[in-house]
């Protein structure tokens, strides 16, 4: 079992910056994937960006793609959300997860999923 934990969110004013950390413990493997999805209040939750571990490969959404950057830090099994440049539209609920395997990249896909950390811009 994988226990996977967000934590950064807060709130900030637009234009600012932000950092998510998600950490994983348990039994991980090195062919997993780990992606940042996000929830507004009466949306559906959406993809953001993923980060395969072994080989650090990545994908990123096209609404955030200039603005936000997802790595990982080897040793300390963490995977970081960058954000910057952050809009009002970007407020939602982040969380992490993590497939051991991925055919489309939804995220029923996803085995294991953090609590989420809930990120606010105002302005």
């Known amino acids: 079992q994988v226990e996977l934990v967000e934590s950064g969110g807060g709130w900030v004013q637009a234009g600012g910056s932000l950092r998510l950390s998600c950490t994983a413990s348990?039994?991980?493997?090195?062919?997993?994937?780990v992606g940042w999805f996000r929830q507004a209040p009466g949306k559906e939750r959406e993809f953001v960006a993923r980060?395969?571990?072994?080989?650090?490969?990545?994908y990123i959404s096209d609404f955030v793609k200039g603005r936000f950057a997802i790595s990982r830090e080897y040793a300390k099994n963490a995977v970081y959300l960058q954000m910057n440049s952050l809009k009002p539209e970007d407020t939602a609920v982040y969380y992490c997860?993590?497939?051991?395997?991925?055919?489309?990249?939804?995220?029923?896909?996803?085995?294991?999923w953090g609590q989420g950390t809930q990120v606010t811009v105002s302005s």
């Open positions: 980060i395969w571990w072994e080989s650090g490969n990545t």
């Open positions: 348990g039994r991980t493997a090195s062919r997993y994937v």
């Open positions: 997860a993590a497939a051991s395997t991925l055919r489309t990249g939804v995220a029923a896909e996803y085995n294991y």
